[in-house]
């Protein structure tokens, strides 16, 4: 009975492994979980923004893709470690999950776009947001370099790479400095 | 000792200041907005620390096309040194001869000997290697260990950054930035050799306009009293001290121009082998001015950069019979310009002006001096997301002169001065990211070490039955180095394999002694040029971390070093010789521990059996070492938060050991209480 279970599991194990390494999961649409370490990766990027407003708090958009199942509550969970974080001087941030869906109607203001995974399919409608609420987007999704709408690609794996797309970080308005500039890479 | 300066000489502050506000407005109007380098941030960002050090752009040290160390805060807190030299000692690939309680002489990749001219040294940039012995008189660096944000080691030449003497390879200095950093501490020490030392340092910021960083600190302690080889032993032991304070202010100009002044002063006392291997007394002060200028706009990242150094020596030669008194002044003027040529070129372009010179001792009435001025520049060249070409190259035109009066008989007239030189010095290196895990890097270098200002004349004794002088007549030394190297990490973050093989040619190889003229009133002795040397070798380290709490690392290094010189210098007759000084075998271990309250170090440094140089009769010569191992520790523990008490040790495993053929180390332990606050 046993033998008979496991030979009944066995392949659908062996392709959720296949699945996982070649990145086209069974439960493609579900999200993984947030990555600490690269959200205080992208947090701190921003002692680098000197067109970032001397004052006040910062203000951080964490924007989901509204299709992919459990994207909400990862950018509620999202927003919850991005406001605890501080930012350049030690200034409060804070973040507010935004759907890709109301992004075009959002009236206030931001300072930064965070782009959840599946965020960038919607690189249209991000651009857009970018050049109207003059925020510089990041993600630490590496499809969002392909579909250029962020402005930082920041990734904290063994380490930190950042990635930073000069001609989106003009149109903009985002001025970075020069110290920063020639430590990361740049297309 | 000399300590009053000829008005002559001197750069008034105020002259500084008028030249650096003309040059702020001369670039105002393309200089939107700027910042200086904020080593504290970008090393959170990038969990590494960030340097300057290797082609004057700033790059992450996984980057850079060299083989570096850098020694961060952390890790010279947790030494347990008591001074910088100390620390260095713990640094894989560094040499360390530790003749006294204060005196250690510093070189890497083997090339160590009394009083080394190779490796230059530098605080934020600016040289305290000195012109008149060429070498750095660790005591008398005006740096608190507090003050340190982190040291950059830079294993090979790196002349085309930093000019002459970057040779073997270059220590940088970092301090903390009073802009960015709040730094307050106070600590006091005591210990064996009836040590006893205290350092301050305070940052305070007014606004976000300025900050101002100030540092003052002392030691006072008596030398080993481990018998002195007889043929060393030519002056008795003298209490030891040092005193020096730094004052640091920093000015955020318009939008965000920086300019920073920085004043130190240091005096230090100390018993020291001198270059012919004869312990000596050596008093040695130092005085510094400097203004930087730092800018960011449409030009690129523009700094400006000029200093004074005043440093007044006195050398009691002991059985010779005569005090040297060395009074030499260090001008410089830098300018640079680093920009961004697109998204994949970042070049460099500088300029800078030297101006060396000394009075001749301990016969006076000359002067020697040297004009130097040099152009640079630097491509760093993005060929693709994982590889990348540096090449940096320097052209520095030195003209020696001399002036002043000849004593009676002496061989040489002030025209005999007028020479100059135009080496070119390059570094190459191309990076090679193959993957997360792995990166290689390929380089190629050619630095210059001049002839210090004794050998160039300054030194001058007329001496009954010995006369001895320096020479314009000596070639520059020209190390060319070329090494592979391999960067590895292993499962994580946890273990990480740096390994690097290197071959390093060095061609006019120059000795105090060797050369001889004979002048209407006698012979002189002259320094010379006694032939090349060449070394092979291999730096392999790990570092890694386990159990959360633990810290481990291993660097070896094996070389190999032959010298081909002249048979009359052969063995350290000259008082030069790596052949056989340099141990074969060279390896370094730390393992180290901390919880939230308390830390623990412990480092071993093994080297193998060598030699060292030693006097014989009127020339020099070799004398067996045996290797040896030594262990240093340190335990801490923070009760309350702000205070630390810490007791700390060298040499510990033996009450007295023979690590050079001079006096035998002694047994230190030491107790230091730091408040941070």
């Given amino acids: 009975m046993v033998l008979k279970e496991l030979d009944f599991s066995l392949p659908k194990l062996v392709l959720a492994f296949l699945g996982l390494l070649f990145g086209v999961v069974p439960y493609a649409h579900a999200a993984g979980s947030i990555s600490i370490d690269n959200l205080q990766a992208a947090v701190q990027t921003l002692n680098f923004l000197e067109s970032l407003p001397k004052g006040g708090p910062v203000s951080v958009g964490v924007i989901y893709a509204s299709e992919i199942a459990n994207s909400q509550q990862l950018a509620a969970e999202a927003v919850k470690a991005i406001g605890t974080m501080r930012g350049p001087n030690n200034r409060e941030v804070q973040a507010v999950g935004i759907s890709i869906d109301d992004l075009s109607r959002y009236a206030g203001h931001l300072d930064v776009i965070y782009l959840l995974i599946g965020a960038s399919n919607h690189s249209d409608a991000i651009v857009t947001a970018i050049r109207r609420l003059r925020a510089v987007s990041i993600s630490d999704d590496p499809a969002c370099e392909t579909t250029k709408c962020c402005v930082l690609l920041v990734r904290s794996g063994q380490r930190v790479e950042i990635t930073l797309n000069s001609a989106l970080a003009d149109a903009a308005g985002a001025r970075f400095s020069m110290v920063f500039m020639m430590v990361v890479k740049r297309t | 000792m000399n300590s009053s300066f000829p008005s002559s000489l001197r750069v008034h502050p105020s002259t500084c200041l008028r030249w650096i506000a003309g040059l702020a407005v001369a670039f105002s109007a393309s200089l939107l907005h700027g910042q200086a ?12 620390p960030v340097t300057t050090s290797v082609n004057g752009s700033p790059q992450r040290v996984s980057d850079v096309p060299a083989t570096m160390e850098i020694i961060t805060a952390d890790e010279i807190r947790r030494s347990g040194a008591k001074d910088i030299a100390g620390v260095l000692r713990h640094v894989g690939g560094v040499d360390t001869l530790e003749w006294g309680n204060d005196n250690i002489d510093v070189s890497v990749r083997g090339y160590d000997q009394a009083v080394p001219a190779r490796l230059l040294v530098l605080v934020d940039g600016r040289q305290v290697y000195q012109d008149d012995f060429g070498y750095t008189p660790w005591s008398s660096v005006p740096v608190e260990l507090g003050m340190i944000r982190q040291i950059e080691v830079i294993k090979g030449p790196n002349t085309a950054l930093f000019g002459f003497n970057a040779a073997g390879g270059v220590i940088n200095i970092i301090t903390y930035n009073p802009l960015y950093d709040n730094v307050d501490s106070l600590s006091t020490a005591g210990g064996t050799q009836a040590l006893a030392a205290g350092s301050a340092v305070a940052t305070h910021r007014f606004g976000n306009r300025a900050a101002m960083r100030f540092s003052a600190g002392g030691d006072s302690n008596n030398d080993f009293s481990t018998p002195i080889p007889v043929s060393e032993d030519t002056t008795s032991r003298l209490h030891q001290y040092r005193d020096a304070a ?14 920073d002044f920085e004043a130190t002063h240091s005096d230090a006392k100390l018993n020291e082998m001198s270059p012919s291997y004869q312990l000596s007394n ?40 005569a005090v040297l008194h060395l009074n030499d002044r260090l001008t410089v003027v830098q300018l640079q310009d680093i920009f961004k040529l697109g998204a994949h070129h970042i070049l460099r372009a500088a300029t800078e002006y030297r101006y060396t010179t000394e009075d001749t001792t301990s016969t006076t009435g000359g002067n020697v001096h040297d004009n130097v001025v040099a152009v640079s520049g630097m491509w760093n060249w993005t060929i693709t997301p994982n590889l990348s070409l540096t090449n940096a190259l320097r052209v520095d035109h030195l003209a020696l002169g001399r ?159 032959e010298d081909h010189f002249v048979p009359s210098a052969q063995n350290g007759a000259d008082f030069t010789d790596y052949q056989h000084t340099t141990p074969v075998h060279l390896l370094k271990a730390n393992l180290g521990w901390a919880n939230k309250a308390c830390e623990f170090d412990g480092y071993l440094h093994y080297q193998s059996r060598s030699a060292g140089i030693q006097v014989a009769g009127l020339a020099g010569g070799l004398a067996p070492l045996n290797g040896f191992a030594s262990v240093d520790a340190r335990f801490a523990c923070k009760a309350p938060s702000r205070l630390t008490w810490a007791v700390s040790g060298q040499n510990l495993t033996q009450a007295s050991q023979h690590q050079t053929v001079g006096p035998a180390v002694e047994r230190r332990v030491l107790g230091t209480i730091s408040f941070h606050f």
């Fill in chain 2, 403 to 561: 002036s002043g009066s000849v004593p009676p008989g002496y061989p040489f007239t002030n025209a005999d001065w007028n020479r100059s030189f135009t080496p070119p010095s390059f570094n190459s290196g191309l990076v090679w990211k193959v993957n997360d895990a792995n990166s290689i890097r390929v380089t190629a270098s050619r630095g210059i070490e001049l002839p210090s200002l004794v050998d160039n004349g300054a030194r001058l004794l007329n001496l009954i039955g010995y006369s001895t002088s320096g020479t314009p007549y000596l070639n520059p030394t020209v190390v060319t180095n070329y090494e592979i190297a391999l960067d590895h990490a292993f499962s994580g973050q946890h273990l990480l394999f740096r390994g690097s093989a290197f071959h390093q040619h060095s061609a006019d190889v120059r000795a105090i002694t060797g050369g001889l003229i004979v002048g209407p009133a006698g012979p002189y002795s002259l320094p010379s040029n006694i032939g090349s040397s060449d070394a092979n070798g291999l730096e392999l380290g790990f570092r890694g971390k386990f159990l959360d709490n633990y810290r481990w690392s291993v660097d070896y290094r094996p070389e190999r070093i």
């Fill in chain 2, 282 to 321: 050596a008093l040695h002060g130092n005085d510094s001015v400097q203004a930087k200028f730092s800018a960011e706009g449409r030009m690129g990242l523009l700094q400006a950069n000029a200093y004074t150094n005043w440093s007044r020596d006195a050398v009691n030669l002991g059985s010779i019979g």
């Fill in chain 2, 246 to 259: 730094d004052i640091d202010t920093v000015i955020r100009l318009r939008g965000s121009m920086l300019l």
């Fill in chain 2, 37 to 48: 380098i904020d080593y504290g941030a970008l090393e959170q960002l990038f969990r590494e």
